[in-house]
């Protein structure tokens, strides 16, 4: 079937030849072919408002679908930099530990050293080095 209005006056025609004769006047089958054609309008311009809003929402959808996959991105980048930072986070701290064992073992010495060169009397040390030669 064809919406066309020329179809839809055709039909009118046909159905105005099979009526025989019935009580239907030409008035009646204008009005009818009138409403007809303006329901056909109503649906083409539905069909087109419809068409309209599924493009719409086709282009939304691409829109929201390219957003996500650029947010994807940028959450992949992030995780990949916080591994990263972990890393360096986990490599630093274990640097951080050997620093501070270095620094326990020269506070140790330097202690030792107070303890030999400050705290004892010359003539001890001197004696403990000269019978440390011989």
Sequence with gaps: MNGTPGALKERSEHAKQAANGHALTD?????????????????KD???SKKQTIQ??????????NEMNNKTTVINNLQQQLQYSSQNTEG???????????????QNDIDWYKRTYERR??????KEKLTKRT
């Design 56 to 65: 719409e929402q086709r282009n939304e959808i691409e829109r929201l679908q």
């Design 121 to 126: 009397s010359i003539w001890g040390v001197l």
């Design 27 to 43: 008035l009646q089958y204008k009005q009818i072919n009138e409403k007809l054609e303006q329901i056909c309008h109503y649906l």
């Design 46 to 48: 539905e069909i087109e």
């Design 92 to 106: 630093h701290r274990q640097l951080i530990n050997k620093l501070l064992n270095d620094i326990e073992h020269y």
